[in-house]
C-alpha cells in the first residue's frame, strides 16, 4: 500500500508540475499590459500607390522596369514612340525658318521704303520753298506731297508685315516646343522613389492617353492606418508621438507621428443610444513614418506587412523599454536575433530614446 500511496503522490507531484509549467508559459506569452496614456491598434504598412501613365497616344516601345524593382526618382521608366512627333517637329522647324526668312525680307524692305520716303520728304522740303518763291506750280507741289506721304504709308505697311512675321515666327517657335515637350513626355520616367508594384503593359502595345504602363508604391510615403473607439480617438492629437511594431519582427519599434484622424466613423451601428453601443465606433487613425527614417532601410521596406500601432496619448507618460527599441542599422537586418520579452509596466529609463533610423522593419510583401 505505501508504494501505492507513493505512486500516487509522485503521479500528483507531475501533473502539478506540467499545470503550473504551462501556467507560466502561457503567462510568458501574455501580451504587457499598456500604460495608462497609450493605446494601440492593427494594422498594417501601406503607402501611395503612383500609377505611370502615357500623357498622349502611342506605342510602348520600351519597358524598363518589373515588377519588384526599386527605382529612384528621374529613372527612365518606359519610352513611347515619337517617329510622328519627331516628323511633325522637323515640320515646325522647317516653318521656324522660313518666318525667320519672311522677318529678313520685310526687314530690307523697310530700309528701302524708309530711304524713299527720306528721299519724298526732301522732294516735298524743296518744292516748299519753291512754291512759295512761285517757281513750280501748285500741282506740281501736291503731287510731291502725295508722294511724301505714300511713301510714309508704305514704311508703315512694311512695319505691319515684319510685325505679322515676328509673329509667325513666334507661332512657329511654339510649335517646336510642344512637339519638343510631346517627345520629352514620351519617356516616362518615376516621380518618386519607390518600387514597381504592377507591369501593366508590355512593349509593342498601343496606349491611349492616361493609359497606365506600371503601378509605383512611393516608398517615401510609409503609414499605417489603425482603428480606435471613438472615447479613445477624441484623445489623439495630430502630430502625436507614436510606434510601429511589425509581426516580422516584434523586437523592434519604429517611431512615427498621427498624421491624420478621419472625422468620419466606421464600424457605425444604427443606432447609438447607449455607452455600450458609442464604443462600437471606430475612427481611422494614420500613422506616418518620417521619410528621413525610411531612407537607410528603403531596399528592405515593403508595403502589406502586418503590425500594431501605438499611440502615445499624454506626452508625460513614458514609452515601455519594449516599445522604445531602435532599428539596428540596414546591414544588421538579416542576422538573427531574440525578441526580447517586456515585463508588465517596464517603462523606460531616462535618456534612452529611439535613436534617428527608426523605421518599419521588413518582412514579406502581402
Excluded at 471613438?230 to 507621428?257: E, H, K
Aim: charged share 25%.
Amino acid at each position: 500500500m505505501s508504494g501505492k500511496i507513493v505512486g500516487r503522490i509522485a503521479l500528483a507531484g507531475l501533473v502539478a508540475a506540467v499545470v503550473l509549467g504551462g501556467w507560466q508559459w502561457w503567462k510568458a506569452r501574455q501580451t504587457p499590459p499598456l500604460p495608462a496614456g497609450i493605446v494601440s491598434g492593427n494594422g498594417r504598412i501601406e503607402s501611395i500607390q503612383v500609377d505611370i501613365t502615357a500623357k498622349y497616344p502611342g506605342r510602348l516601345v520600351q519597358l524598363l522596369a518589373r515588377e519588384g524593382d526599386l527605382v529612384k526618382p528621374g529613372q527612365v521608366l518606359a519610352r513611347m514612340d515619337t517617329l510622328e512627333i519627331e516628323a511633325q517637329l522637323a515640320r515646325a522647324k522647317a516653318q521656324v525658318a522660313e518666318a525667320e526668312d519672311s522677318v529678313a525680307t520685310a526687314q530690307s524692305d523697310i530700309l528701302q521704303r524708309e530711304s524713299n520716303l527720306k528721299l519724298a520728304e526732301q522732294k516735298y522740303v524743296r518744292g516748299q520753298a519753291l512754291i512759295n518763291k512761285r517757281t513750280i506750280s501748285r500741282e506740281e507741289w501736291d503731287q510731291l506731297r502725295a508722294e511724301r506721304d505714300a511713301s510714309k504709308a508704305a514704311v508703315d505697311s512694311e512695319k505691319a508685315r515684319l510685325r505679322a512675321a515676328m509673329h509667325n515666327v513666334e507661332a512657329a517657335l511654339a510649335e517646336v516646343n510642344r512637339f519638343q515637350v510631346q517627345i520629352a513626355d514620351s519617356t516616362l520616367k518615376s516621380p518618386v522613389q519607390g518600387r514597381v508594384l504592377y507591369r501593366l503593359a508590355e512593349e509593342g502595345e498601343v496606349l491611349a492617353a492616361g493609359g497606365k504602363a506600371l503601378t509605383l508604391i512611393n516608398l517615401g510615403d510609409i503609414y499605417m492606418e489603425i482603428f480606435l473607439p471613438s472615447r479613445v480617438a477624441a484623445l489623439v492629437n495630430i502630430g502625436a508621438d507614436a510606434r510601429i511594431v511589425l509581426d516580422a519582427m516584434p523586437q523592434y519599434a519604429g517611431r512615427a507621428r498621427v498624421s491624420f484622424v478621419s472625422p468620419e466613423t466606421q464600424f457605425t451601428p444604427k443606432q447609438v443610444e447607449t455607452p455600450s453601443e458609442r464604443d462600437k465606433l471606430m475612427f481611422r487613425v494614420k500613422l506616418h513614418v518620417p521619410s528621413e527614417l525610411i531612407l537607410p532601410y528603403i531596399e528592405k521596406v515593403k508595403t502589406g506587412v502586418r503590425g500594431v500601432g501605438y499611440v502615445r496619448l499624454d506626452d508625460s507618460v513614458p514609452w515601455p523599454a519594449a516599445l522604445d527599441r531602435r532599428f539596428p542599422k540596414p546591414t544588421d537586418l538579416d542576422k538573427p536575433s531574440v525578441a526580447p520579452q517586456p515585463k508588465a509596466g517596464d517603462e523606460s529609463k531616462p535618456g534612452e530614446t529611439s535613436q534617428p533610423g527608426d523605421a518599419p522593419s521588413p518582412g514579406p510583401a502581402q
